[in-house]
Structure formats: C-alpha cells, structure tokens
C-alpha cells in the first residue's frame, strides 16, 4: 500500500457489507421458492414446510436489514476517510471492496457507469448487436412510438370527408 492508501480497516468494507446483504436476501428468495415448490408437488404438507420456511424467510430479512444498516455504517466512515468501496462518485477515490486497493484517483472523473441488473441485462438491447442494427432502421415504429397516421390522445375523432353528390336537390 502507497502512502495515499488507508491503513487497513479491522472491519469489512461497505462494499463487503452490502454483498452479504445481496447473498441474504437471495438466499430467502431460494427459501420461498424450494418451499413453493415442495407445497405445490405435495411432497410434504404446508405446515411441515411453511414453518420452517417462515421462519427462514424471517430470518433472511432480518440479517438483509442487520448488513445494509452495517454497510451504511462503513459508507459513512469510507466517505469521511474520502473513498468508496461501493458508489463510483466525483471527489472520492474509488476502492476495491475486499482489498482497498486503489482504483480511481479523487481527481480523475469517474466513469458513470451504472450497474445494469439481471433483468434489464436479459431483456434489454445491446447495442452493437444485430438486433440493435435492425431497430435502428428506418420504416416500421419502434414498439412504444406512436404510428405517424394514428390519432394522439385528446384529439377529436376523425369525420369522414365529404362524398359530392351525383344530383342537386
């Protein structure tokens, strides 16, 4: 460690913290799900697993809420000391959650780039990919764009043009 870098903290990091706090909370989610799915194949009846599952769920959101109030702790203590180990921000140094290595300077801007989740990463269009190419396209509307000809919300109805009459009255 340079002589820039924090002596090394007897307690982990925001960033370690908050990681805990993601492995509980996923681990509740399993628990539901495995309890789901033996209730639904009756396997064994819902007291016998609800319970316990209850119990566990309970649990798991109880140490989800124990390390995000502990992560909080230590993102108070990094931010006095003038890093992060969580959150890429200008005027702090941003650092490896488990070794506190240094890995942006305070004075270089950072890089913005927010952490995309499972979903939007499974659903989302990637640029650069044929799919993305084939959007970029002009023609057809994108879904969520409105067709040019289509009338917008508030307008009043269309009357239909006029006919001519074929003979006077």
Known sequence: ??????????????????????????????????????????????????????ILVIGAIGGSAICAHRASMAMTLERAAGYSTVIDAPGYE???????????QRDVPPTLESRRSLALGIFGVKPGTVLAGRREEPGEPQPGEPRPDAPRPGDAPRDPEPQPRDSPR
């Open 94 to 104: 941003l650092r490896d959650a488990n070794t506190l290595a240094l890995l942006r």
């Open 1 to 54: 460690m340079s002589a820039s870098d924090p002596a090394p903290r007897p307690v982990p990091s925001a960033g370690r913290w908050d990681l805990r706090r993601r492995y509980t909370q996923l681990a509740g989610v399993i628990v539901v799900i495995v309890a789901a799915v033996l209730i639904a194949m009756m396997r064994a009846p819902l007291v016998a697993v609800g319970i316990p599952a209850a």
